[in-house]
């Protein structure tokens, strides 16, 4: 590997950069970490906006290009850098584009709402917090548990089909290193709501070395 990194990744604490971190570090491509905190309200501080607009995690440098949106970065990084490498079969092209969008366009919402919905209550003053937990457990009941498991139900059964990885092949694409963060939180919310196929993907995910440089490089689990 080179010692003279040209892509900076600006990193906010409990983000979507472990994606790109694992992403970067199956490239072998050089690349420095500049580390953001959030502030007490849990949003970026203000040197995020400095280097994007929108102040958003994960954004990369890669010399005079700025690029944020994980997805964005993900396929930027592979058609750059991946010399032919992460990309799908030919069977497996168009599961690739679908669950590369899917994570953050159908999957992601559903999970973070599903987070927003059961921690909502707990944020209010007590005495209003019995009404409002039943509340949110039945909003949640209404537009979040049939369409989550609907969508694990669709994961499980791709994997079932397409073998290790989302889009078939001998490693991991572009819709495998966007599902982690979903999955990943989905697990630590809900562990038993994953499919056998889908828990052995993120155990092959976790066992992949790259994952875990790019892991021990934040320090986040």
């Given at each position: 590997m080179s010692t003279q990194p040209t892509i900076i990744v600006h990193h906010l604490n409990d983000s979507r950069?472990?994606?790109?971190?694992?992403?970067?570090e199956e490239l072998d491509v050089p690349y420095e970490i500049k580390f953001y905190q959030r502030n007490a309200d849990r949003h970026a501080p203000k040197?995020?906006?400095a280097i994007h607009p929108l102040g958003?995690?994960?954004?990369?440098?890669d010399g005079d290009a700025t690029l944020a949106e994980s997805g964005a970065i993900v396929e930027y990084l592979i058609q750059k850098h991946g010399n032919g490498?992460?990309?799908p079969p030919k069977s497996g092209e168009t599961t690739n584009v679908y669950f590369t969008h899917f994570a953050e366009g159908s999957f992601m919402p559903l999970v973070a709402n599903k987070y927003v919905y059961g921690e909502a209550p707990n944020k209010t003053?007590?005495?209003v917090r019995p009404v409002l937990k039943i509340f949110f457990s039945m909003l949640e009941a209404d537009r979040i548990t049939q369409p989550l498991k609907g969508s694990l139900a669709y994961i499980e059964d791709t994997l079932a089909k397409s073998g290790d990885w989302f889009a078939g092949g001998l490693e991991p694409t572009a819709a495998d290193f966007m599902m982690t963060y979903g999955l990943e939180f989905m697990h630590k919310l809900a562990p038993d709501a994953l499919g056998p196929k889908t828990k052995a993907w993120m155990d092959r995910v976790h066992a992949r070395p790259?994952?875990?440089r790019g892991?021990?490089?934040?320090?986040e689990a």
């Open positions: 950069s472990q994606r790109v971190l694992w992403l970067l040197e995020l906006r958003k995690s994960p954004v990369i440098t490498r992460f990309l003053p007590f005495f790259a994952y875990k892991l021990d490089k934040v320090g």
